[in-house]
Every structure is written in C-alpha cells, then in structure tokens.
C-alpha cells in the first residue's frame, strides 16, 4: 500500500478512498511511510488526523526491530573494544565516541530510506575517513589542537548522518528542518529512556544487594554500557515508527522552556553587570558564557523547528523568540569582543581561534535568525522562512567542524 500512497499523495480524494478501503492498513503503512514524506504538506495534515485517531504502537517495517537490536548490540560491542583488546580507554573513547552510534544511525536511515545513490557512497567515504583519520593522529592529551579535534569530530558524523536523513529529497530545506525536528524528538525520547533505565538499574543493583551481591560495578561496566549505547538507536526507531509518541511532547517543551530560559538569560546578565564579573580576562567565566551561547542557540533552533508544521505561530511565541534572540546576540556580542581582546593580549591559540570562529558563524546565524522573526511578528506571524534561515546555514557548521578537525592541527602543527 506504501507505494499507492505515494503515488496518490497529490491526489487527496484519492487518499481518502484509499484510506476508507482499508483503515487499519492506511495507518499503519501510513505511519511507516511519513518520515520520508514529512516535507510534504498533505502528509502532514494526514498524520496530524490518524495521531489524533490511534494510540495504537506501531513496530515498523519487517525486521526493522530486529535490525535495530543488532545494530544496539554492534554499538555495545564497539564500546567494549578497549577491554576486549586492552587499548586505552581514555584514548580510545575520546578518539571514537562519535563512531560507536553515530555510524547505525546512518545505516538505519540508508536500510530506511532504501538509499542507493551517491548519497550512500559519499557518506560512506566520509565516515571512513573520519575514523581512520582520527585514530591515526597522534595521541597527545596536552594538545589543544588535538583536543578540538575529538571535541568536533562528533559534529562532523552528525552531519553526515544528517546528509544521509536529507536523502534524495528535492525539498533539501525542509528535510534538514525535518532532521532538526527529529534531533529534538530523538532527545526527548533517550532522556525518557535513560531515566527509566536508571531507575531499573538502581532497583536491580538494591535488590541483589540484599541478598549480599555486590553487582555494582559488574552491571555498570557491562549492562549500563549497553543501556547508553543503545538507547540513541532505539531512542531513534521508537521515534520513525511512532512519530505521534513525541510529536506533541518536543513542541511543548520548547514552548515550556523558551520564556524560562529567557528570564533566565536576562537575569543572568544583569548579575553579570552588579558583581563586577569579567569576561575579558577570566577563562572560565568566558567559557561558561560560550556554553551559553550554544545552549541557548539550540533551544532557539528547536523552538523554531519544532513549530514549523504550523507554519503561523503565535505572536506571543514569535515575540519572546526574538527577545531571546536579542538578548543572544548581546551575549555573542560580550563573548566575541572577549576573545578579542585576548587574542590581541596573549596570541592567537587553537582554542581561541576556535571559539573566535565558532562565534563568529553563531553571531551571523543569529542575526539571520532575528530579522526573520522581527519580520513574522510584523506580518502575518508566518515563521517559514525562519526555518529555512536555518536550514540553509546548517552546511556553514559542518564546513567549520571540518577545518578544524582536518585544518587546524597542520597550522598549529599538533600543539
């Protein structure tokens, strides 16, 4: 039925006979179907009207559970490398976190999508270059620039799996505000795991306690480990084949999160003014306002994302996501002149070059972002071409990511 549906998504009178033909079967494949037919506006609407109309939980495809168990267990079996072959796990870890999840979620979107075009051998490549390349630098903790490396190499792949989520689609935008969307989805739903598998953990651990077996360290080393590894791949086909199960949590959040994080920023910044605080010559308060940044910079990505399938929001939205724009923009503002002026006193560094860059893109991004929103709030509150602010930026991270992990340690020559 899949391929009817396709076929007839231009025409909704069809899609309504179809649908009445054979209810249950519509949904499910329906259901099955709407991740590579997100962008589509017809989709929508039917997946907003079969959500509201089942609860039921679908598994997906055919062997699609079983796939993702195996590719769970793969993680794990990753992440058990250094003790199965006695590397260095400090090493080993801050070198390959990336590709312990990162490279089955990509395979679980090729295997979804049914990939098969260039798409597939260009992100192939770039996977594997990626993890030889890392592993055959040389291992140096003190380095900075080495460091940088290990710390934006996950962006790297997660950009790669966003070029494999992208897939053949003509509307590219859209699909990188899908795959925005579903990031925000995908967290919202590993939180909810996690906690559930704490909570398991401690219960089980207690309970073997009580009969005086200390399990701790035994289920942490080895069950806790496959917990984390697999909760991302589970967390992320639990989220394809159900997108109704936190379809309206992610909005919601956003909703929730975006007035508490601006009072919380404004607040933040007058404390700043009153306690004398400075950024120019303290590191660690400079980089407590660039964690900042970012974080606030992401709550402003989703918020938008996320409400981009009611393409006219709120004017109440609209206006406290510009204001927490705004006040973003100051707070980029105070940490680039920061790294200014330290630049200008101590040199140029790989970490102050990074965070120099890093603010320069989110500055730039940001302003994009504001005047977008400044308009809907004067229009019709219309925030499309927000999301395809957005969207249209999102290569300038990646194509940053990529010179410094692959760039900066020739030009700081390892140091």
């Not at 199965?84 to 395979?107: C, H, K, M």
């Not at 007035?259 to 933040?268: E, H, I, N, R």
């Not at 302003?367 to 249209?392: D, F, H, M, Y």
């Amino acid at each position: 039925m899949k391929e009817t549906i396709l076929t007839k998504l231009n025409q909704p009178e069809e899609l309504e006979k179809l649908y009445r033909q054979n209810k249950s079967g519509f949904t499910r494949d329906f259901m099955l179907l709407y991740p590579e037919i997100n962008d589509h506006i017809v989709a929508r609407v039917w997946k907003e009207r079969l959500s509201s109309m089942s609860d039921e939980l679908s598994w997906g495809r055919k062997g699609e559970l079983t796939l993702i168990l195996l590719f769970a267990l793969l993680a794990f079996g990753i992440a058990k490398t250094p003790l199965l072959f006695g590397l260095d796990e400090e090493q080993f870890y801050t070198r390959n976190v990336s590709f312990i999840v990162f490279p089955f979620l990509a395979a679980y979107f090729v295997w979804k999508l049914e990939l098969k075009s260039w798409r597939l051998l260009a992100a192939a490549a770039g996977m594997l270059i990626s993890v030889l390349y890392i592993n055959l630098l040389p291992f140096n903790a003190k380095s900075d620039s080495l460091v940088l490396v290990n710390l934006h190499m996950p962006i790297l792949v997660w950009s790669i799996v966003g070029f494999i989520f992208v897939g053949d689609s003509r509307l590219i935008l859209e699909k990188r505000l899908g795959f925005l969307r579903f990031n925000g989805d995908l967290i919202v739903m590993g939180t909810v795991i996690c906690i559930a598998g704490f909570i398991m953990s401690i219960v089980t651990i207690g309970l073997f306690e009580l009969i005086s077996l200390k399990i701790g360290e035994f289920y942490f080393r080895n069950f806790g480990l496959l917990g984390l590894t697999a909760a991302p791949i589970v967390a992320t086909y639990l989220v394809q084949v159900n997108p109704q199960l936190v379809g309206k949590v992610s909005p919601v959040v956003a909703r929730i999160f975006t007035p508490l994080v601006l009072v919380m920023l404004v607040s933040y910044l007058i404390a700043v003014v009153y306690t004398g605080q400075n950024p120019y010559t303290n590191r660690e308060f400079l980089l407590i306002f660039n964690l900042l940044l970012v974080g606030v910079m992401a709550i402003i990505l989703f918020s938008v994302a996320d409400g981009l399938h009611r393409q006219s929001k709120n004017k109440t939205e609209i206006a406290l996501l510009l204001a927490l724009s705004v006040v973003t923009i100051l707070v980029n503002g105070v940490a680039l002149s920061a790294i200014l002026f330290r630049i200008n006193e101590w040199g140029i560094t790989p970490n102050r070059l990074s965070v120099l860059g890093s603010n320069i893109l989110i500055l730039i991004n940001l302003v994009q972002v504001a005047v977008e929103l400044a308009k809907a709030l004067r229009t019709s509150g219309n925030t499309e071409p927000v999301g395809r602010a957005i969207a249209w930026y999102l290569p300038v991270y990646t194509i940053w990511a990529a010179i410094v992990v692959f760039l900066f340690p020739i030009i700081f020559n390892y140091q």
